[in-house]
Nanobody, 123 residues
Framework: QVQLVESGGGLVQAGGSLRLSCAAS????????VGWFRQAPGKERESVAA????????YYADSVKGRFTISRDNAKNTVYLQMNSLKPEDTADYYC????????????????WGQGTQVTVSS
């Protein structure tokens, strides 16, 4: 398994931006697809975005399309989630997860998870 550490969460006003980072501790980061997921209080976990091992295939949830951008730097073992035009409904704990092989938006297919970073968007 891969150890993942998220950072970059915080409190921001609606319309603002945040960039989340997911740092992985593995020598073979390019073998792993990475997804971002979020869970708001009292709600089920939902997928946000996912990126393939080489960064070519990318998926977004409809709720974040056009506002969020996922990217990765395999040389730095890091995946980013740039979040723009944030809305109060984006408030949640955000988690990154990694899986070997093909990219997926299905959380249950991911085997390694970070501890999460909290994002709060005030209205």
């Amino acid at each position: 398994q891969v150890q993942l550490v998220e950072s970059g969460g915080g409190l921001v006003q609606a319309g603002g931006s945040l960039r989340l980072s997911c740092a992985a501790s593995t020598r073979t980061f390019s073998d792993y697809a990475v997804g971002w997921f979020r869970q708001a209080p009292g709600k089920e976990r939902e997928s946000v975005a996912a990126i393939s091992r080489n960064g070519i295939t990318i998926y977004y949830a409809d709720s974040v399309k056009g506002r969020f951008t996922i990217s990765r730097d395999n040389a730095k073992n890091t995946v980013y989630l740039q979040m723009n035009s944030l809305k109060p409904e984006d408030t949640a704990d955000y988690y990154c997860a990694a899986k070997p092989g093909t990219v997926s938006m299905v959380a249950s297919r991911y085997e390694s998870w970070g501890q999460g970073t909290q994002v709060t968007v005030s209205s």
